[in-house]
């Protein structure tokens, strides 16, 4: 039997993005969700800025104030193209 571990949930994102839910196997029967936004950039001039956003749902309880972080990796479309599946939005992906 397989056991999700559902921390969070993704609500919205800005701009042009895919979002790919993939798994994290904690142990060979638990795996928790992994929420993984792609944004498609064109080349960016030098000093400037790029805002990006997103928003998840947080499933448990945390102390007023806390902070919490996530993990950025800048990286050609060519390379990510090599490690994200294609994706078609019209499909559905939870083959549970």
């Known amino acids: 039997m397989k056991v999700k571990v559902l921390l969070s949930?993704?609500?919205?994102?800005s701009e042009n993005y895919i979002f790919y839910n993939?798994?994290?196997?904690?142990?060979?029967?638990?795996?928790?969700?992994?929420?993984?936004?792609?944004?498609?950039l064109s080349n960016i001039p030098a000093k400037t800025t790029?805002?990006?956003s997103f928003q998840v749902k947080i499933h448990w309880g945390l102390p007023m104030g806390t902070t919490m972080g996530s993990t950025v990796h800048?990286?050609?479309k060519e390379k990510?193209?090599?490690?994200?599946?294609?994706?078609?939005?019209?499909?559905?992906?939870?083959?549970?």
Not at 23 to 40: F, G, K, M, N, V
Not at 85 to 92: A, L
């Open 9 to 13: 949930s993704f609500v919205s994102a």
């Open 22 to 40: 993939m798994s994290d196997w904690i142990s060979s029967t638990e795996y928790r969700y992994i929420p993984i936004l792609r944004w498609d």
């Open 50 to 52: 790029k805002t990006l």
């Open 74 to 76: 800048t990286l050609p």
């Open 80 to 96: 990510a193209d090599t490690i994200f599946p294609v994706y078609y939005p019209d499909i559905d992906y939870d083959y549970d």
